[in-house]
C-alpha cells in the first residue's frame, strides 16, 4: 500500500451477485428442535477487474446435521485510483482496509439475507427462517490481506 489513509475513501461499484449454492433439506428438518445458525465469510481478489469477491454462507443447523443453506457472492469493481492504492506490490496483494472489508461484507450479508427471502417465501415450512442481523466487525477483525497469483 502506498500510504495507509484512515479516510480513505474508496470508490468502488457492486458489479455481480452470485448465488453459488442453495439446499433444502427436509428430511432433516425438525420443526419442533432447536436451530443452530452458522454462517462464514471469504474474500476474493480479481486482478484483472480490479475486482474483490465477498463470499457469505449460513447453515441453518440441529446439531450438526444442515438441513438448510445458502451461500452467495457479491462481486466489487474498485475504481483504478483507489485499487492502486489497496496494492501492495512488495507482498503481491491487495490490502483492504478493516472498515472497508467490513463494509463489503454488510452489503453482501444484505444482499443474501433478501435471496433467502427469496427462495423461501414460498416455502411453508421453511418461510419463518430469515438471516438474523450480524455483525460483521465481529468477523472482520483486521485489515484483510488477498495473495495475487
Known amino acids: 500500500m502506498k500510504k495507509k489513509d484512515e ?3 474508496i470508490e468502488f461499484q457492486l458489479a455481480g451477485i452470485n448465488t453459488e449454492q442453495f439446499a433444502i433439506l427436509e428430511e432433516i428438518y425438525q420443526p419442533e428442535s ?24 449460513i ?13 452467495t457472492a457479491c462481486f466489487f469493481e474498485v475504481k483504478s485510483d483507489n ?6 506490490d512488495k507482498k503481491k496483494a491487495i490490502i483492504l482496509p478493516k472498515d472497508f472489508a467490513s463494509h463489503l461484507s454488510v452489503i453482501t450479508v444484505g444482499t ?21 442481523t450480524i ?8 485489515d484483510v490481506v488477498l495473495e495475487i497469483k
Not at 447453515?59 to 451461500?71: D, I, N, P, S
Not at 455483525?135 to 483486521?142: L, Q, T
Open 112 to 132: 443474501t439475507r433478501g435471496i433467502l427471502y427469496e427462495k423461501l417465501k414460498e416455502e411453508p415450512s421453511f418461510d419463518q427462517f430469515i438471516l438474523p
Open 7 to 9: 479516510n480513505l475513501s
Open 34 to 57: 432447536e436451530v443452530n445458525i452458522n454462517v462464514s465469510l471469504q474474500f476474493s481478489v480479481h486482478p484483472q477487474k480490479k475486482g474483490i469477491g465477498v463470499h457469505f454462507g
Open 135 to 142: 455483525n460483521v466487525s465481529r468477523i472482520v477483525e483486521e
Open 59 to 71: 447453515q441453518f443447523k440441529h446439531g450438526k446435521e444442515v438441513f438448510l443453506l445458502l451461500k
Open 83 to 88: 485499487w492502486i492504492v489497496l496494492l501492495n
